[in-house]
């Protein structure tokens, strides 16, 4: 005989939707996000000891730079958690989700996983990031020309 069967699965099919919410915890910024055309006049500019502890990658018309200190460029700013970069001032609805998210959407831990305050994510894989130095942003901008 077969035990007795547990009907009790009310919503075991249902999905939780993962939200982000402000947060009372400051944190440090460890990335932010730019916009190509107000940063390309500057950062050609910068010394090379401000640029290279900073890895960036290009998302479109925007760069994301990854790093400390960050450089005094308008933009965006996100910090880390468990290998998702938030935005500032906010975090996880559920604190436990960021473990939980990283082992369902990034399971080898060769992404970063860029959130916005809506809840939509972007899966940035890691080998993609190349050390920022004056020269690589120009080769950059000129491949990003010709597109």
Do not use: C
């Amino acid at each position: 005989t077969f035990p007795l069967s547990n009907n009790n699965f009310f919503g075991i099919d249902e999905k939780i939707e993962i939200r982000l919410k402000p947060s009372e915890e400051e944190q440090p910024a460890t990335a932010l996000l730019s916009s190509i055309a107000e940063i390309k006049d500057t950062i050609t500019a910068l010394p090379k000891f401000k640029l290279e502890k900073l890895d960036w990658i290009v998302i479109n018309d925007k760069a994301l730079f990854l790093g400390t200190p960050l450089l005094s460029f308008p933009g965006k700013t996100y910090w880390s958690k468990d290998g998702h970069f938030l935005p500032t001032g906010f975090d996880f609805e559920f604190k436990n989700l960021s473990s939980l998210s990283q082992r369902k959407y990034n399971a080898g831990q060769d992404q970063w996983l860029l959130w916005n305050e809506d809840g939509s994510v972007l899966h940035l894989n890691k080998e993609d990031f190349r050390k920022l130095s004056v020269s690589s942003f120009r080769l950059t901008e000129k491949s990003q020309e010709w597109m």
